[in-house]
């Protein structure tokens, strides 16, 4: 009598009772394959981390992240869909990066404030007045 082969759902390509590549869209997991992240536009066929996103996504350690606002070209960290942290000489402003007021001497990008104005002017969190 001839065993039937193993059928893995998803699977491509089986050895034994182990799935070795699984088919578009799946990675491999425990010996059988599990649904890649949709919003992954590129991942590891092996563990499932995505690689890049699909448009409209941020890539962040290892997750695609939905801006809420939108994507910010000069945000480069998110947290929890907003933006947390802008990219040198931009200050958050109302979770967007803001070019950094003019009048603006020394800024801090640590703690997203002016800390020094021109003669005129008063520092108030990320601006001068």
Known sequence: MIANPVTIPYCMTVSGNICLQCINGFYTKDGGCALANILCASYDPTNGRCFSCVPGHVFQE????????????????????????????????????????????????????????????????????
């Open 62 to 129: 290892g997750e695609c992240i939905y801006p809420s606002q939108g994507i910010d070209p000069n945000c480069v960290y998110y947290t929890n869909s907003f933006c947390s942290r802008c990219a040198t000489n931009f200050a958050l402003i109302n979770f967007v990066c803001s070019t950094i007021d003019r009048s603006c001497l020394s800024f801090n990008q640590n703690t997203n404030t002016c800390e020094r104005c021109e003669a005129d002017k008063v520092a108030m969190g990320p601006i001068c007045v």
